[in-house]
């Protein structure tokens, strides 16, 4: 079955530590997403790719980086400069080729707790 | 600017019908999505309207008028397994990428 897989679903980290979140997907999904969810709050997005090799920040880039050097995976660094780092990550895909109600696809979300 | 606005609470009855209002402003609309989000859990996928008009699917429909920037998320017949969040979602076409952007999100209580 095809779908999106992030990994751990739970991550303690001390402040001042970077962390790498891991997010796979084999929808053979062009584009990928970040979005943070604060509790009792929407979706804010972090980072965006459309292609491999190219992102663009969203609208709460700072303190997080991203590469895209492959389709299926998209990691997200959460870096000590990140204020607030505690919080849902989610990740997600979708087809920008054709499809043209193409939904996002999410995957089951990793939750940081920075100490 | 973008900007998505929802109710933040709502409470039905089980059996009952309720609509969820989403309005809107993007520069470069390409679509709104409705997703459920159960706490603790990613969101899932419900809806699409890209057109004017009803897009039906089972207990859930959705509305959508381009012109006023306005969308609402019907459910019928609620069951308590509807208490969840709904998200409304807008894909926005600016500077030639696709970007979803969401509201903050209504949370429903269905009552007994």
């Known amino acids: 079955d095809g779908g999106i897989t992030q990994s751990p679903k739970y991550l303690f980290r001390k402040e001042g530590q970077n962390v790498t979140l891991s997010c796979e997907q084999n929808l053979n999904h062009d584009a990928m997403y970040w979005y943070r969810q604060d509790p009792g709050q929407g979706l804010r997005l972090i980072y965006y790719s459309q292609i491999v090799n190219d992102f663009q920040k969203g609208d709460i880039a700072e303190g997080y980086s991203v590469s895209r050097e492959k389709k299926e995976s998209f990691p997200l660094t959460v870096t000590s400069a990140q204020k607030n780092p505690t919080a849902f990550y989610l990740c997600?895909?979708?087809?920008?080729?054709?499809?043209?109600?193409?939904?996002?696809?999410f995957g089951n979300g990793t939750r940081l707790t920075v100490t | 600017g973008q900007n998505i606005d929802q109710p933040t609470e709502m409470t039905a009855t089980e059996g009952a019908i309720v609509q969820i209002n989403c309005t809107y402003q993007t520069s470069g609309f390409n679509g709104l999505f409705w997703y459920q989000q159960h706490a603790g859990e990613a969101p899932t996928f419900l809806s699409y309207?890209?057109?004017?008009g009803l897009e039906e699917k089972g207990r859930f429909s959705s509305f959508l008028s381009r012109s006023k920037g306005y969308s609402y998320l019907l459910l019928k017949e609620l069951q308590m397994k509807d208490s969840a969040s709904y998200l409304c979602a807008v894909r926005d076409l600016g500077s030639g990428t696709y970007k979803y952007i969401f509201g903050t999100g209504t949370r429903l209580k269905v009552l007994a």
């Open positions: 309207n890209v057109l004017d």
């Open positions: 997600a895909s979708s087809n920008t080729r054709g499809s043209y109600n193409s939904p996002l696809h």
